[in-house]
T-cell receptor, first 113, second 115 residues
Framework: GQNIDQPTEMTATEGAIVQINCTYQ??????LFWYQQHAGEAPTFLSY????GLEEKGRFSSFLSRSKGYSYLLLKELQMKDSASYLC??????????????FGGGTRLMVKP | EPEVTQTPSHQVTQMGQEVILRCVPI?????FYWYRQILGQKVEFLVS????????KSEIFDDQFSVERPDGSNFTLKIRSTKLEDSAMYFC?????????????FGPGTRLLVL
């Protein structure tokens, strides 16, 4: 089975840096995805990690430690439009087709002026 | 930029009625998925579909649910006899392959309300 934990809510200030953590316990692991979801909208892809280390994409970076079952999403130079939920999702290598994503509950980030 | 589309955006139905939710995946993608998100809860996997057959399904995807690719572009989710607890946002997604790192792209969703 899968268990994915994220903080429920976070608040940060415009222009600041925020780190959103995700821990997972899974029977198999074949990659971790971060998605952004604005209220009432679809999840949009942000980043992917399958090997340990940091992946950087503009203002967004994501880190993975497979031995610790831990990832974080780092958002720099926060903007008001970054207010959204951030979803951590794990791909299970043991699923039949390896496609299924299991999502955490999401972290609702509120960016204040 | 190509995107997944879904219709309708909203659907209201009576308990016990059948509903069909429609999706047009990204045109060159080969893998298709349905997820649902009950209001305030996490996104949950329902089913994945490849080569005209179900490749994986979750416990949620019981006999009341079915999927179909009726033509070269549409991918549908049918709920035969809706229950109150089926009220949720239903997201279709597609991916080019199922390989490492292959991103699933989500459609805008259909909000289903069962009364």
């Amino acid at each position: 089975g899968q268990n994915i934990d994220q903080p429920t809510e976070m608040t940060a200030t415009e222009g600041a840096i925020v780190q959103i953590n995700c821990t997972y316990q899974t029977s198999g692991f074949n990659g971790l995805f971060w998605y952004q979801q604005h209220a009432g909208e679809a999840p949009t892809f942000l980043s992917y990690n399958v090997l340990d280390g940091l992946e950087e994409k503009g203002r967004f970076s994501s880190f993975l430690s497979r031995s610790k079952g831990y990832s974080y999403l780092l958002l720099k130079e926060l903007q008001m439009k970054d207010s959204a939920s951030y979803l951590c999702a794990v791909r299970d290598s043991l699923s039949n087709a390896g496609n299924m994503l299991t999502f955490g509950g999401g972290t609702r980030l509120m960016v204040k002026p | 930029e190509p995107e997944v589309t879904q219709t309708p955006s909203h659907q209201v139905t009576q308990m016990g009625q059948e509903v069909i939710l429609r999706c047009v995946p990204i045109s060159n993608h080969l893998y298709f998925y349905w997820y649902r998100q009950i209001l305030g809860q996490k996104v949950e996997f329902l089913v994945s579909f490849y080569n005209n057959e179900i490749s994986e399904k979750s416990e949620i995807f019981d006999d009341q649910f079915s999927v179909e690719r009726p033509d070269g572009s549409n991918f549908t989710l049918k709920i035969r006899s809706t229950k109150l607890e089926d009220s949720a946002m239903y997201f279709c997604a597609s991916s080019l392959t199922s390989g490492d790192g292959e991103t699933q792209y989500f459609g805008p969703g259909t909000r289903l309300l069962v009364l």
